[in-house]
T-cell receptor, first 114, second 113 residues
Framework: GAVVSQHPSRVICKSGTSVKIECRSL??????MFWYRQFPKKSLMLMAT?????????EQGVEKDKFLINHASLTLSTLTVTSAHPEDSSFYIC??????????FGSGTRLTVV | DAKTTQPPSMDCAEGRAANLPCNHS???????VYWYRQIHSQGPQYIIH???NNETNEMASLIITEDRKSSTLILPHATLRDTAVYYC??????????????FGSGTQLTVLP
C-alpha cells in the first residue's frame, strides 16, 4: 500500500527560530499534497494545498510568509514554520494524494515552541 | 461536500461490535462516504468507503441506508487498539480528484476492557 513518511515526528524549538517538516511519498508519486494543523482535542484543519512545481494554495487565515511550503518533486513536500512562536505549537500532518491510492497521511509532527 | 453529523463519543466493550453512526442528509448522488480514523498522536488512517452498496473489508463494514442519508461503520470485534477518533467524510471521488479531505469533529470511540 501507499506510505507517506513525515519527519521529524517531534521537534522542540526556541521562539524566533525556523523549523522544517518533510513529507515524502515513498512508493508513489503525489502531484498534490496537503498540510493540516491540529490543536489538542480538535479536528484537523487544512492549512494549504501543495501542487508539485507550482505555488501552494493557502486557506484563509494562514500566513503564507510564515508557513512556507515547497513541493519541488513528486515525492517531497516541505513545510517550514518561520519565526516560530509558542502559539505555533501544534500537531502538523501532511497528506499525499494519488489517483490509485487516494489520500494517505503522514504520521504527524508534534511541534513545541518554547 | 455534504455536511456530516456524528456523535461526539461512544464506548464499546472489547470483543463486541462497535457501530458508529453518521448522518449525511444532504449527500449528493455522486458523493461517496469515506471513513477514516485517527489514533492519538498519529495521522489519520483510511478505513473504508462506499457509494450506495454496503461494503466490507478486513477492517470494517460500511452500511449505507437506501436513501443514502445516513451510514454506519461497523467494527465487528472491537479491540483496545481500535480506540480512536473516527471521521465520516462525504465527498466526490474519481481519478484526478485531488481536493482536500475536510474533517469534522468525528466520534471518539473508546473500547473498554
Amino acid at each position: 500500500g501507499a506510505v507517506v513518511s513525515q519527519h521529524p515526528s517531534r521537534v522542540i524549538c526556541k521562539s524566533g527560530t525556523s523549523v522544517k517538516i518533510e513529507c515524502r511519498s515513498l512508493d508513489f508519486q503525489a502531484t498534490t499534497m496537503f498540510w493540516y494543523r491540529q490543536f489538542p482535542k480538535k479536528s484537523l484543519m487544512l492549512m494549504a494545498t501543495s501542487n508539485e512545481g507550482s505555488k501552494a494554495t493557502y486557506e484563509q487565515g494562514v500566513e503564507k510568509d510564515k508557513f512556507l511550503i515547497n513541493h519541488a518533486s513528486l515525492t517531497l513536500s516541505t513545510l517550514t514554520v518561520t519565526s516560530a512562536h509558542p502559539e505555533d505549537s501544534s500537531f502538523y500532518i501532511c497528506s499525499a494524494h494519488d489517483s490509485n491510492y487516494g489520500y494517505t497521511f503522514g504520521s504527524g509532527t508534534r511541534l513545541t515552541v518554547v | 461536500d455534504a455536511k456530516t453529523t456524528q456523535p461526539p463519543s461512544m464506548d464499546c466493550a472489547e470483543g463486541r461490535a462497535a457501530n458508529l453512526p453518521c448522518n449525511h442528509s444532504t449527500i449528493s448522488g455522486n458523493e461517496y462516504v469515506y471513513w477514516y480514523r485517527q489514533i492519538h498522536s498519529q495521522g489519520p488512517q483510511y478505513i473504508i468507503h462506499g457509494l450506495k452498496n454496503n461494503e466490507t473489508n478486513e477492517m470494517a463494514s460500511l452500511i449505507i441506508t437506501e436513501d443514502r442519508k445516513s451510514s454506519t461503520l461497523i467494527l465487528p470485534h472491537a479491540t483496545l487498539r481500535d480506540t480512536a477518533v473516527y471521521y465520516c467524510i462525504v465527498r466526490v471521488a474519481g481519478s484526478g480528484s485531488a481536493r482536500q479531505l475536510t474533517f469534522g469533529s468525528g466520534t471518539q470511540l473508546t473500547v473498554l476492557p
